[in-house]
């Protein structure tokens, strides 16, 4: 793809915002970008959308036609910590191109907390499904008692605007929802997400506040996950904990970060193989596993993406055209890691089926 750099042209501005006190659940008002950050590197990959704040770009092909939903960061003046309240997210916009490297338009706002009955702030990184001309947006956010819960909003159009359901799925909770469909139908919805996503506080489906993070040498916290029931809204059964295992069929431990999950499951399909990528969070990489159905178990392989600028990162991958390719995203336009930028880029596989580590950043 034909990479153009706006590093050399710009210099560095950010705008300043405004935030309502209170809960902030409904008003923040809009911080746009106006330059990215100078800086001597040079990205892999330039941001996809410039007049807004994106991040966690969940990818899919509806109808021939890529979409992605991300989250919208917006600033609220709160301190950077480990529970992630300086990420105040309250709405969505959808996104969408005919082709990597074409022209992405911006399909305004379809959804926002305000019309989420049970919401009650931080509305993170969504995913989407479609099934039966229907589409489906599943989005986590905490509910008034302050615990994440994922939600689902129902629309016709891949775009939105949707119309949240009046509850939470029942049984589900943390963050990072993300939904593969399988071949032969099969819905299944995985979420989860250490820190700030609350799921060290979940033990056996039962939350239990002020819970702790895992110790070094404790077993690392599982992503988990459920089949969907063909409504989309519910869960088929309860909600199960996924095996990521290392080469030695061996679980890892809090302490093997660079490897170990932290947030962002994202499950895709190759070659009849299930591949299960995933965030390590403090590390910063892009991991991956496989396994030979759904359920798992999933082990361990290697690096997808390398870490990128930024203390998150968080990404979807999706075919089109014949070509796969790695959603992401990264701080370059501001420079704040609240403050993030979706890109795409080529992945390519080996002819083993394993994936080509990508560095985000060009020598």
């Known amino acids: 793809m034909k990479q153009t750099s706006l590093n050399i042209i710009k210099t560095a501005l950010l705008a300043s915002v405004v935030v309502a006190c209170g809960n902030n659940n409904n008003t923040a008002q809009e911080n746009k970008p106006e330059a990215p950050k100078t800086t001597d590197k040079k990205y892999l990959s330039e941001p996809l959308v ?14 021939g036609r890529i979409y992605i939903y991300p989250s919208h960061d ?27 490297g074409g022209k992405v338009t911006d399909h305004g706002l379809a959804l926002h907390i305000k019309d989420v009955p049970w919401a009650g702030r931080q509305m993170w990184a969504p ?13 986590p956010a905490k509910d008034k008692q302050d615990i994440f819960r994922i939600g689902v909003a129902v629309s016709d159009k ?46 056996n489906n039962q939350y239990g506040a002020g819970d702790s993070l895992r110790k070094p040498d404790q077993l690392a916290k599982m992503p988990v996950m459920a089949k969907l029931n063909i409504d989309m809204k519910s869960l088929a059964e309860p909600v199960k904990e996924i095996q990521l295992l290392d080469a030695n069929g061996k679980p ?19 070659n009849g193989k299930y591949y299960l990528s995933y965030s390590t969070g403090d590390t910063h990489n892009i991991c991956y596993a496989i396994g030979d159905n759904p359920y798992g178990p999933f082990t361990y392989q290697g690096i997808i993406l390398k870490p990128v600028e930024g203390w998150t990162n968080h990404h979807s991958i999706a075919q089109h055209n014949g070509k796969w390719y790695l959603f992401y995203h990264d701080s370059q336009l501001s420079g704040e890691t609240n403050l993030r930028n979706i890109k795409v880029t080529e992945l390519h596989y080996n002819s083993d089926g394993s994936i080509k580590t990508i560095d985000p950043f060009v020598k």
């Open 50 to 63: 410039t007049h807004m704040y994106t991040a966690d770009p969940s990818a899919h092909v509806f109808n």
């Open 74 to 100: 917006t600033a609220n003046g709160a301190a950077m910590n480990d529970d992630g309240g300086h990420f105040n997210m309250v709405d969505y916009h959808v996104f969408s191109m005919d082709s990597v």
């Open 127 to 139: 995913d989407a499904a479609e099934r039966d001309g229907k589409y489906y947006l599943y989005f």
């Open 158 to 203: 891949p775009e939105g605007p949707f119309v949240p359901e009046k509850e939470p799925i029942k049984g589900s909770y943390s963050m990072d929802p993300t939904v593969f469909k399988d071949e032969d139908g099969s819905y299944y919805l995985y979420m989860g997400g250490i820190w700030g996503g609350q799921l060290q506080n979940w033990n």
């Open 252 to 270: 890892f431990c809090e302490k093997d970060n660079d490897k170990r999950f932290f947030e962002a499951a994202w499950v895709h399909k190759y």
